[in-house]
């Protein structure tokens, strides 16, 4: 799906500004710089309202839930693209 047609879709599916969740599983070390990345990704007026973490079975990994307050829909994808490419994320829903 190309970039416009992605912000149409979240436009229409959500609400802007307001709260966005990002589901993120990670290596258990890398949590804390890819919750800072996210706020630096979303930009300025981004806030993390919420997060949830769920160690695996093992402790091999970290599943995530970010809940983020967000002006627009521009910086889901921001989000999604920087989160995406950091080393020691292992999915991004």
């Known amino acids: 799906m190309d970039r416009d047609a992605a912000l149409s879709l979240l436009r229409s599916q959500h609400d802007f500004p307001g709260s966005?969740?990002?589901r993120v599983v990670v290596l258990p070390e890398v949590g804390p710089s890819v919750l800072a990345a996210m706020l630096t990704a979303a930009g300025e007026g981004a806030e993390i309202e919420d997060v949830r973490e769920?160690?695996?079975r093992r402790g091999t990994y970290v599943a995530l839930?970010?809940?983020i307050a967000l002006a627009d829909a521009v910086q889901v994808l921001d989000v999604y693209e920087v989160v995406q490419a950091m080393e020691g994320v292992k999915a991004v829903m």
């Open 65 to 67: 839930r970010i809940r």
């Open 20 to 22: 966005f969740e990002f």
């Open 54 to 56: 769920r160690l695996s």
